[in-house]
């Protein structure tokens, strides 16, 4: 699977609906540049979208940016996508 948005796609991994291991990558639509910039990013989505298990969504995010699986087009330039018709791709 493919997800398009960090706060929505990481939700479904700590509330189990999606398996970690399912996931190739997310394209997300944040315009994260520095490590500080996702350090803030994160605080903001424990709060609101990660209230169920803060902690575990935080070590879910940085061990998929560990491993190079999150995109941010917007960074190279590239206009966001819409996730008006979901957040997740089947591949």
């Excluded at 939700?11 to 910039?37: Q, S, W, Y």
């Excluded at 903001?44 to 298990?53: C, M, V």
Aim: glycine letters at 8%; a negative charge.
């Amino acid at each position: 699977m493919i997800g398009l948005s960090v706060s929505f796609c990481i939700a479904d991994i700590i509330r189990g609906k999606v398996n970690l291991e399912d996931v190739e990558k997310i394209v997300a639509g944040t315009k994260c540049e520095t490590p500080e910039h996702w350090d803030g990013v994160i605080e903001q989505y424990k709060e609101y979208y990660w209230r169920d298990d803060p902690d575990m969504a935080e070590a879910v995010l940085r061990q998929m940016l560990a491993e190079g699986k999150i995109e941010q087009p917007r960074t190279k330039g590239i206009p966001i996508h819409s996730i008006a018709s979901g957040h997740w791709a089947q591949i």
